[in-house]
């Protein structure tokens, strides 16, 4: 069960972790993240998160303690929301030379 908790909390911070990206990313908007501040950077890296997101769920197994992994998810997906919603990718703030709204 400690099992399927850790990995339910884990698949909630990279489903939330993916949202900002992937919709900056579908929108050509630039966002800060580990790789870049571009539309195109976003867009692969929030696709990567929901597929990490899917593939620890999985690992999970969500089946046998279905209570306790939807509650650790939803303590991640909260987390991840707090963190976006306050300082979000760690206070990073685009370069100069980086139109905030748009990557084009």
């Not at 908790?5 to 908007?29: D, E, M, Q, W, Y």
């Not at 630039?30 to 929901?50: C, E, I, K, R």
């Not at 209570?67 to 685009?94: K, N, Y």
């Amino acid at each position: 069960m400690v099992q399927t908790i850790l990995l339910g909390f884990l698949a909630g911070v990279f489903g939330a972790n993916g949202v900002p990206h992937f919709v900056r990313g579908i929108t050509k908007s630039t966002y800060p993240s580990m790789f870049g501040y571009g539309p195109v950077v976003n867009l692969l890296s929030g696709w990567a998160m929901f597929v990490l997101a899917g593939v620890v769920a999985y690992a999970a197994h969500v089946a046998d303690h279905p209570v306790a992994a939807f509650t650790a998810a939803a303590a991640g997906v909260l987390l991840m929301g707090l963190f976006h919603a306050g300082v979000g990718a760690f206070g990073r703030r685009p370069p100069a030379d980086v139109s905030s709204s748009t990557g084009r």
